[in-house]
């Protein structure tokens, strides 16, 4: 697989001041990676998912004012757009890059991973392999960086992100890896897109559970 690994230059792209100047660094050292990853891991999800995976890069259109704190690229079923669905990213804050599986307040599926949660409860506290468990990390506001570590969500944090899904309409929930910016992984093309894909096969059954 073709891809390029990300460096501190790219995670500074986030210290740029400005909507357009820092759109302008996004586009010409950000998102060609990210367009490059999205083609590279979409048949690999394609296959674990059992359906067709399409990636999405954020264009972050809509902001007229602010600059973007983060990027990503997103894969979903739909060819169309992937808010609406349970999906999969990558991307970058200022100090870490993300590999996630989130659901995210724009989907319907929100009910259905609220029920199965606390359903399958110790599958899901038994999720982390006990050597990756101090980068897994869960978030309910996919907009602000950082989250509770999975090895201390326990049964009431899990309990606590299920009824909030439940109830709350803006709502939502992201379980996934973080890793340093310079975390030597993220460099190496070949390795970024191994630790990609070791990340979303351990999240792949919480994916599912969000159907």
């Not at 259905?112 to 468990?133: D, I, K, T, Y």
Request: glycine share 8%; with cysteine.
């Amino acid at each position: 697989m073709n891809v390029q690994g990300f460096l501190e230059k790219d995670f500074a792209v986030f210290e740029i001041e400005g909507l357009q100047p820092r759109m302008d660094a996004l586009i010409a050292n950000v998102r060609p990676k990210l367009d490059e990853l999205g083609r590279g891991i979409a048949p690999f999800l394609s296959a674990q998912c059992g359906e067709e995976m399409y990636p999405h890069v954020a264009k972050h259109a809509r902001r007229t004012v602010h600059p973007p704190n983060d990027t990503w690229v997103a894969w979903a079923t739909s060819k169309r757009g992937y808010k609406a669905l349970p999906h999969f990213q990558v991307g970058l804050f200022a100090d870490y890059l993300f590999i996630v599986m989130a659901v995210i307040y724009e989907s319907p599926n929100k009910t259905v991973l609220s029920r199965a949660l606390p359903a399958n409860e110790s599958e899901v506290l038994n999720l982390v392999p006990a050597g990756m468990q101090s980068e897994f990390y869960w978030s309910v506001d996919h907009t602000k960086p950082g989250g509770v570590k999975h090895s201390e969500l326990g049964r009431e944090g899990l309990r606590l992100i299920a009824d909030r899904l439940a109830t709350v309409k803006q709502s939502e929930v992201l379980c996934g890896r973080f890793l340093q910016k310079d975390d030597p992984r993220l460099q190496d093309g070949g390795t970024l897109a191994r630790t990609v894909e070791d990340t979303f096969e351990t999240l792949l059954p919480l994916y599912r559970m969000a159907f």
